[in-house]
């Protein structure tokens, strides 16, 4: 059994469920609107935060493309655009902070089509790396990092072509696998995830609506028994202690 709760806010078009699998009280939380504001519009781009910083990927801004990665600091709230970029314009791309470098993986470019790459980003010294290869390409992929590996959840090529694979990457020892013993159970396409310190817990998108664990130990997936997550497109997630937070996205598709 789940052994929590589901917090589900709706503010217009921002929801934010707050799923609490081990918790037995919900913080007091806020939301605070910053007066500094964003240089562009962005959608579909990738937000991974170092802990003292927080890196802003590819996406669409101001409509278009991007292949730049900018640093936004919380603490004076300013943006800053890196030197390094990304190979091509891209949307959509999984990454996660491994404690020294940020990992990006796969995205869709500007024709359509998708990237297959896994970019490794070195902040500190702004050097920017090539890893060994996504086993086929995919963007739009729920991915955790462990403290070891990171696992990507499926992904999609196109609109309805969907990966059903689970992906481990080693950047210790640059390994890309496919995990034989785990197959995405469900349509994973355009959802989000987050690490609970044990679990990747994985949160449907445009064709799902459900809530999948998964055990990086046994390598296999389990459904728990939730209620009040109704499905997000394109919606983005983070872990706080033991909340998983699901951010925005679009209403599941019928």
Not at 31 to 49: F, H, N, Q, R, Y
Request: glycine letters at 12%.
């Amino acid at each position: 059994m789940w052994r929590g709760l589901v917090f589900v806010v709706s503010v217009c078009l921002l929801s934010i469920p707050v799923v609490a699998p081990r918790a037995s009280a919900q913080p007091t939380e806020t939301i605070e609107t910053l007066t500094t504001k964003m240089p562009w519009t962005m959608e579909a781009g990738t937000a991974v935060s170092t802990g003292s910083a927080i890196y802003l990927i590819g996406g669409f801004r101001g409509g278009a493309h991007s292949d730049r990665i900018t640093r936004f600091d919380a603490t004076d709230h300013t943006f800053a655009n890196e030197t390094a970029r990304l190979p091509v314009p891209l949307v959509g791309v999984a990454a996660v902070w491994t404690g020294t470098e940020i990992l990006i993986f796969g995205g869709q470019n500007q024709g359509g089509g998708n990237s297959a790459q896994t970019i490794r980003y070195n902040p500190a010294t702004g050097d920017l790396t090539f890893g060994t290869n996504l086993t086929s390409s995919r963007a739009y992929v729920p991915t955790v990092w462990t403290g070891r590996y990171a696992y990507l959840f499926g992904g999609a090529v196109g609109i309805t072509n969907i990966r059903y694979d689970v992906l481990r990457y080693d950047p210790q020892t640059d390994g890309m696998q496919v995990v034989t013993t785990a197959t995405m159970p469900t349509n994973e396409r355009d959802g989000a995830a987050t690490w609970d310190g044990t679990r990747a817990v994985i949160f449907g998108g445009v064709y799902e609506v459900h809530v999948l664990t998964f055990d990086p130990a046994t390598e296999t997936f389990s459904r728990p028994s939730v209620s009040g997550f109704g499905g997000a497109t394109m919606a983005t997630a983070a872990q706080i202690g033991p909340y998983a937070y699901v951010f925005g996205g679009c209403d599941r598709a019928a």
